[in-house]
């Protein structure tokens, strides 16, 4: 890191969201890189386009398997143990539900219960078959489609750090529209803001200090609209097909990688404060930080990560699971 502290900050539009690099050294060809590898990414995993790897897989849903690159192969893999786990609310055959939502894109509303009904009968996680030896991918009902959206940022900001590590970058850090992968320690820990649910976009209920960490947050304010006065966000409950309701606002995990954090937030979502602090009981290399609607700020632990509230209408408090 240059003795200035000088940042250097590179900003791009992918995968719908604002993509933010920062190094610290004028490296304009490595930005480019970055950019371009997740493009590369994006065009093999999104579902938001009629032609990638993952639309391959939905088109055939119903009549035949598809043959895909190892790297998406795997992260179908990834997504489907953490879809099988017991009473998880994660689960990469969504996507009939997700699109019939639309929740976040023009002509969202609630759907029939019929709607949901029939979607829930081609939502099972259970019948996306995969084949290790020919790397492909199945999805045995018609109809069927998965969706990667709640993992892909994850894998691809992995990726993303471990390019610039290869490429001998020290400090840096990469967002990606709600994932954070932080690289060294600059002036001794990144500090990553904390959003304030249904605020002003700079609102911050606190700040976390992390080094080589990844941090990653999902909320309900980060995508919702309302209907006759209620409020529906775009984390869906897979168990009942409309969007999961309990005590929380957010649940932001800090871990290693920020494949986890994807992975987390949303079992964690499904799973709620007590039972979540529990799951976390044995697993110390994912921390978590829950924001209630009752304006509590729960911490798992703080091993990997320092935290500061900076908004005194909430109180911080410890898991007492």
């Known amino acids: 890191m240059p003795t200035d502290g000088s940042v250097y900050s590179y900003s791009a539009v992918l995968m719908g969201s604002p993509i933010l690099l920062k190094l610290f050294s004028?490296?304009?060809?490595?930005?480019?890189?970055?950019?371009?590898?997740?493009?590369?990414?994006?065009?093999?995993?999104?579902?938001?386009?009629?032609?990638?790897?993952?639309?391959?897989?939905?088109?055939?849903?119903?009549?035949?398997?598809?043959?895909?690159?190892?790297?998406?192969?795997?992260?179908?893999?990834?997504?489907?143990?953490?879809?099988?786990?017991?009473?998880?609310?994660?689960?990469?055959?969504?996507?009939?539900?997700?699109?019939r939502w639309r929740i976040g894109f023009k002509g969202d509303s609630v759907p029939p219960a019929d709607d949901i009904q029939a979607l829930l009968n081609i939502t099972q996680a259970q019948d996306v078959i995969l084949d290790d030896d020919k790397l492909s991918v199945f999805l045995t009902r018609k109809g069927m489609e998965i969706d990667l959206g709640a993992i892909a940022k994850g894998y691809i900001a992995d990726r993303v750090r471990d390019v610039l590590l290869k490429e001998?970058?020290?400090?840096?850090?990469?967002?990606?529209?709600?994932?954070?992968q932080t690289l060294g320690t600059p002036q001794g820990r990144w500090s990553i803001g904390l959003k304030k649910p249904f605020a002003e976009a700079d609102a911050l209920v606190g700040a976390m200090q992390v080094a080589h960490k990844s941090v990653v947050t999902s909320g309900t304010y980060e995508r919702y609209f309302e209907q006759n006065g209620r409020r529906y966000h775009h984390?869906?409950?897979?168990?009942?097909?409309?969007?999961?309701?309990?005590?929380?606002?957010?649940?932001?995990?800090?871990?290693?990688?920020?494949?986890?954090?994807?992975?987390?937030?949303?079992?964690?979502?499904?799973?709620g404060v007590e039972k979540g602090c529990q799951m976390l009981k044995g697993r110390a290399d994912i921390e978590a930080i829950f924001v209630t609607k009752a304006q509590e700020v729960i911490l798992s632990s703080q091993r990997q990560f320092r935290f500061t509230l900076l908004d005194d209408s909430y109180r911080l408090i410890d898991c007492t699971a």
């Open 235 to 271: 984390i869906l409950d897979p168990h009942t097909g409309y969007p999961l309701d309990n005590e929380l606002d957010s649940v932001t995990i800090i871990s290693t990688d920020s494949l986890d954090g994807d992975i987390w937030t949303t079992l964690l979502f499904g799973a």
């Open 168 to 180: 001998g970058v020290t400090d840096g850090l990469i967002n990606l529209g709600g994932n954070v």
């Open 26 to 99: 004028h490296n304009p060809p490595l930005a480019s890189r970055v950019f371009s590898l997740i493009k590369q990414y994006e065009d093999l995993l999104t579902v938001n386009r009629a032609q990638s790897q993952v639309m391959d897989i939905n088109h055939a849903a119903g009549l035949h398997p598809v043959t895909v690159s190892r790297p998406v192969y795997q992260l179908i893999q990834c997504a489907k143990a953490a879809s099988v786990l017991p009473n998880s609310a994660f689960n990469l055959a969504i996507g009939p539900l997700v699109k």
